[in-house]
């Protein structure tokens, strides 16, 4: 049984509930206590053990009536086979055809042919379920798949053999075996359709967020300037997930007391007033600070797609980063905090793309605001990230003002869209600006953004 419990954690996983390891542990120590007898028991264990929300409690109890559901073959074999009644002339015309046809009635050794004329429908769908576990449907994922894993239980079943049953019963002249011929092939064609509504009833559970996954994962990997308007919707909703797993994980505590660290020197500033004697004991603690973000994204036409992604990451992560200075620039250098601060953050960044993505990029004059109006606020405790492609349509770079950045900042990163060899040609100044940063990267899709984003919480909670 536990590779079926194994088989539902699959199937409540491919309905959209995160299903961690120790919360399967737990249903399986659950349901072993409980048992299978008593169904609603069960289904509330389930539910409970898995099910972190309301929400999630539905989902579970759904996928449950879904995946223990056992009414195939409900009808039966024989189900469909004329019944006497009270009226004489029906039984004497039953009795007329008995005398004159042959009874169907199989003598052979094949398992499904006798399950099928016995019409025995718990021994079938047991044998349909071991086929299935064989055949690992719970890996389907498309509907063009019901054909292949249909065929595939069938054939584990004994469908071949089955066939080769039928046809050598159907040689010949004798009418009993010509009518066990007949009844066996109705009853593979009952069996085909028995067996393809299983296999759609497990497509609609396995393959239930298959194609929007597939689709989530292409997005991550795409280039941001590729990414049509209609996924943006989904964009926004990946980017709020990537962010909502990076804080989970950032999220700690600012102090945290090393417990088995005496710090010796605070230990005895505190006990002077005993003579020395160590009635209070302090343990070392360390400081996990925020890092303070002040971006600065170029929003001109080649990059305004990374810039929109950019800040959409950092500004779903308030309560990772300690402060989020968010400027843009085409030429000059334009802060947006208000615009945050007034709006929701999917609106804010639609409103600064309308009021400040025009124009041709002029990172001098950028570097030239940044100096008059932020070089002061810039410290040893703020890392400066610059998203653009430092194209400078043949302008003066002012590098220098960047290396006055680099002396102040903890860290300056440049993220460039484009690929590290065209990092240098034409009007890019990309190499005038390299020696100062202390990390330059590639970032054109969300996979870059998440990764970058990761070392740079990891760097700044780091002990």
Same mark, same amino acid.
């Given at each position: 049984?536990q590779?079926? @419990?194994?088989?539902?954690?699959?199937?409540?996983?491919?309905?959209?509930?995160?299903?961690?390891?120790?919360?399967?542990?737990?249903?399986s120590?659950?349901v072993?206590?409980?048992?299978?007898?008593?169904?609603g028991?069960?289904?509330?264990?389930?539910?409970?053990?898995?099910a972190?929300s309301?929400?999630?409690?539905?989902?579970?109890?759904?996928?449950?009536e879904? /995946?223990?559901?056992?009414?195939?073959?409900?009808?039966?074999?024989?189900?469909?086979?004329?019944?006497?009644?009270?009226?004489?002339?029906?039984s004497?015309?039953?009795?007329?055809k008995?005398?004159?046809?042959?009874?169907?009635?199989?003598?052979?050794?094949?398992?499904?042919?006798k399950?099928?004329?016995?019409?025995?429908?718990?021994?079938?769908a047991?044998?349909m379920?071991?086929?299935a576990?064989?055949?690992?449907?719970?890996?389907?994922?498309?509907?063009?798949?019901?054909?292949?894993?249909?065929?595939?239980?069938?054939?584990?079943?004994?469908?071949?053999?089955?066939?080769?049953?039928?046809?050598?019963?159907?040689?010949? %002249?004798?009418?009993?075996?010509?009518?066990?011929?007949?009844?066996?092939?109705?009853?593979?064609?009952?069996?085909?359709?028995?067996?393809?509504?299983?296999?759609? !009833?497990?497509?609609?559970?396995?393959g239930?967020?298959?194609?929007?996954?597939?689709?989530?994962?292409?997005?991550?990997?795409?280039r941001l300037?590729?990414?049509?308007?209609?996924?943006?919707r989904?964009?926004?909703? @990946?980017? !709020?997930?990537?962010?909502?797993?990076l %804080?989970?994980?950032?999220?700690?505590?600012?102090?945290?007391?090393?417990?088995?660290?005496?710090? /010796?020197?605070?230990?005895?500033?505190?006990?002077?007033?005993?003579?020395?004697v160590?009635?209070?004991?302090?343990?070392?603690?360390?400081?996990?600070?925020?890092?303070?973000?002040?971006?600065?994204?170029?929003?001109?036409?080649?990059?305004?797609?990374?810039?929109?992604?950019l800040?959409?990451?950092?500004?779903?992560?308030?309560?990772?980063?300690?402060?989020i200075? %968010?400027?843009?620039?085409?030429?000059s250098?334009a802060?947006?905090?208000?615009?945050?601060?007034?709006?929701?953050?999917?609106?804010?960044?639609?409103?600064?793309?309308?009021?400040?993505? /025009?124009?041709?990029?002029?990172?001098?004059?950028? @570097?030239?605001?940044?100096?008059?109006?932020? @070089?002061?606020?810039i410290?040893?405790?703020?890392?400066?990230?610059?998203?653009?492609d430092?194209?400078?349509?043949?302008?003066d770079?002012?590098?220098?003002?960047?290396?006055?950045?680099?002396?102040?900042?903890?860290?300056?990163?440049?993220?460039n869209?484009?690929?590290?060899s065209?990092?240098?040609?034409?009007?890019?100044v990309?190499?005038?600006?390299?020696?100062?940063?202390?990390?330059?990267?590639?970032?054109?899709?969300?996979?870059?953004?998440?990764?970058?984003?990761?070392?740079?919480?990891?760097?700044?909670?780091?002990?």
């Amino acid at each position: 049984m536990q590779q079926t @419990l194994e088989n539902f954690y699959k199937a409540v996983r491919a309905a959209g509930v995160a299903v961690a390891p120790a919360n399967s542990i737990e249903a399986s120590r659950a349901v072993a206590l409980v048992g299978y007898r008593e169904r609603g028991i069960l289904k509330h264990a389930l539910s409970m053990n898995l099910a972190k929300s309301h929400a999630d409690q539905l989902l579970v109890e759904e996928c449950f009536e879904q /995946f223990f559901r056992f009414d195939a073959f409900r009808d039966g074999a024989r189900d469909s086979a004329p019944q006497g009644g009270d009226d004489p002339a029906a039984s004497a015309e039953a009795g007329d055809k008995k005398t004159s046809t042959a009874e169907p009635r199989y003598e052979g050794e094949l398992p499904l042919a006798k399950m099928l004329m016995a019409g025995d429908r718990t021994a079938l769908a047991v044998a349909m379920q071991q086929a299935a576990r064989d055949a690992g449907l719970t890996d389907i994922w498309f509907f063009t798949q019901k054909s292949l894993y249909t065929q595939q239980i069938l054939q584990r079943m004994g469908l071949r053999e089955l066939q080769d049953e039928i046809r050598a019963l159907g040689e010949g %002249s004798c009418p009993t075996r010509i009518a066990t011929a007949g009844a066996l092939r109705t009853a593979k064609d009952r069996l085909y359709e028995e067996v393809r509504d299983f296999v759609e !009833r497990q497509l609609g559970m396995f393959g239930k967020t298959a194609v929007q996954s597939l689709r989530e994962r292409h997005l991550q990997k795409t280039r941001l300037s590729n990414i049509d308007l209609r996924d943006f919707r989904i964009m926004h909703e @990946l980017v !709020r997930k990537m962010a909502r797993r990076l %804080s989970a994980l950032y999220s700690r505590k600012r102090k945290r007391a090393d417990r088995g660290q005496l710090d /010796f020197a605070r230990t005895l500033r505190r006990n002077v007033a005993h003579d020395g004697v160590l009635f209070e004991t302090h343990w070392k603690t360390r400081f996990v600070d925020k890092p303070r973000v002040l971006v600065l994204c170029d929003v001109s036409g080649s990059v305004q797609a990374y810039a929109r992604f950019l800040l959409l990451f950092l500004h779903s992560l308030n309560d990772v980063l300690k402060r989020i200075d %968010s400027y843009v620039f085409t030429g000059s250098l334009a802060s947006v905090n208000d615009i945050f601060d007034s709006y929701p953050v999917a609106e804010a960044i639609d409103k600064i793309m309308a009021e400040h993505g /025009f124009g041709g990029s002029d990172y001098g004059g950028m @570097l030239l605001d940044l100096e008059r109006d932020c @070089l002061r606020g810039i410290d040893h405790r703020t890392t400066v990230l610059i998203l653009g492609d430092a194209r400078n349509n043949n302008l003066d770079p002012r590098s220098h003002i960047l290396q006055q950045v680099h002396q102040r900042a903890k860290r300056v990163i440049w993220l460039n869209p484009e690929p590290e060899s065209f990092w240098n040609t034409g009007d890019s100044v990309m190499r005038n600006y390299r020696p100062y940063c202390h990390l330059t990267k590639t970032c054109n899709t969300l996979d870059h953004l998440e990764r970058l984003l990761d070392d740079l919480l990891r760097a700044a909670t780091a002990a």
